[in-house]
């Protein structure tokens, strides 16, 4: 049902562009806006339904993992003003919650996204990441971090 409430929304906002008749990304955006809502009058069983809560949550996700890279970014340039003898760069053995192979994966590109830090390995049992973090004053207020703004929120989108 959400696949096809998916294409539906799809199709509809490409009718958008044709009925409209300006195909441009923006206009592609608010026929897809328009269609959610539309669709989301006239589903019965919304509750029901996951794609209502879904898509948006995907949305809200995007602008908060675009959020933390700001920060970071700035944080990363706060740093790089530090000179070299006060920055503590660690390697961090980050216990993961992420089981498959997919949530592992989108787990590690968000990590490394973010400025000054870079995972290193996966153990093997897939139980553990290494993690290198250019400036880590405490462990465990990292791990903490990336736990609740990371793993958890991708885990909740991805289960």
């Known amino acids: 049902m959400t696949k096809s409430l998916f294409l539906s929304n ?19 955006v608010f026929g897809f806006l328009i269609s959610f809502g539309i669709l989301w009058i006239i589903t ?3 509750k029901d339904n ?3 809560t879904i898509l948006p949550n995907v ?12 920060l970071a970014n700035l944080q990363t340039v706060k740093e790089s003003l530090y000179s070299k003898s006060k920055l503590s760069p660690a390697i961090i053995k980050f216990p993961l919650e992420a089981e498959s192979n997919l949530e592992i994966t989108f ?3 968000l990590i ?7 995972v290193l390995d996966v153990s093997d049992d897939k139980k553990v990441m290494y993690v290198h973090v250019i400036h880590c004053e405490d462990n465990k207020s ?7 703004d990371f793993e958890k929120r991708l885990l909740e989108l991805m289960r």
Do not use: D, H, S
């Not at 490394?112 to 870079?118: A, E």
């Open 10 to 28: 799809i199709l509809l906002a490409v009718v958008w562009l044709f009925a409209t008749g300006t195909l441009t990304e923006e206009n592609f």
């Open 44 to 46: 019965v069983n919304r």
């Open 50 to 52: 996951k794609y209502f």
């Open 59 to 70: 949305v809200l996700f995007l602008f908060y993992i675009l959020w933390k890279i700001v």
């Open 107 to 109: 787990l590690a590109n």
């Open 112 to 118: 490394c996204l973010t400025p000054g830090t870079m």
């Open 142 to 148: 990292f791990i903490q971090g990336v736990k609740k």
